[in-house]
């Protein structure tokens, strides 16, 4: 099946540093994916959407300075968490969506296995 | 409009029992929903998924019931099982390129 990878798994870091978090789809092609965030014992909220070769769009509250994504490549995305401080520190989840069938009709979302971030 | 409500939030079941967890959209421009199941640390997975045109899809013990009118869908887990213990997630997206939205989740216990 569909695999998307994230590197690292976790990643503990000082406060002020830039962590950056890879996404790839490691055996399909992804125009487009999705930039989680989950908190201990809550749902995924959804911090932007990447779109390969053109800038991301960002839900409402996301500060796009704060959290810089590229999506240089058809199956890689990262996610720059810029200037990190404690109250970044959470599980950070990316998702690649893969279509087949006719016309591409069928259409598949699958998840990396997050990446655990603790700024200290 | 683009919320998805779940519930029960919690569920504790005895091995061998039905775990059932309801959710409601508003959107009716959602035509796909899928379940996800995710274990402690680990990302979503694609559980099962049904679009508005069935009223029920089965795999295995999992069973998606739709209703289009009332805007419900379930998930039925038959014959629950310890390892099913994790937090399942509805969701319900509309048409290609959009995201998908989530309900709260519902931590599922399987109690032997």
């Known amino acids: 099946g569909a695999v998307v990878s994230q590197h690292p798994s976790w990643v503990i870091c000082k406060s002020g540093t830039s962590v950056k978090i890879e996404c790839r789809s490691l055996?399909?092609?992804?125009?487009?994916m999705f930039w989680y965030r989950q908190f201990p014992k809550q749902s995924l909220m959804l911090m932007a959407t990447?779109?390969?070769?053109?800038?991301?769009?960002?839900e409402q509250g996301v500060e796009k300075d704060k959290f810089l994504i590229n999506h240089a490549s058809l199956t890689l995305s990262t996610l720059t968490v810029t200037s990190a401080h404690p109250e970044d520190s959470s599980f950070y989840i990316c998702s690649a969506t893969r279509y087949s069938g006719r016309a591409r009709s069928q259409e598949t979302q699958y998840f990396g296995p997050g990446t655990r971030l603790l700024v200290l | 409009q683009q919320q998805v409500k779940q519930s029960p939030q919690s569920l504790i079941v005895q091995k061998g029992g039905i775990s059932i967890i309801n959710c409601a959209y508003e959107?009716?421009?959602?035509?796909?929903f899928p379940w996800y199941q995710q274990f402690p640390g680990k990302g979503p997975a694609l559980l099962i998924a049904?679009?508005?045109?069935?009223s029920e899809k089965k795999e295995g013990r999992f069973t998606i019931s739709f209703n289009k009118s009332a805007k419900q869908f379930s998930l039925h887990i038959m014959d629950s099982q310890p390892g099913d213990s994790a937090t399942y997630f509805c969701a319900a997206k509309r048409t290609s390129y959009d995201k998908v939205i989530f309900g709260p989740g519902t931590s599922l216990s399987v109690i032997p």
């Open positions: 959107n009716t421009a959602f035509d796909y």
């Open positions: 055996d399909f092609q992804a125009t487009t």
């Open positions: 990447s779109n390969e070769g053109s800038k991301a769009t960002y």
């Open positions: 049904i679009r508005p045109d069935v």
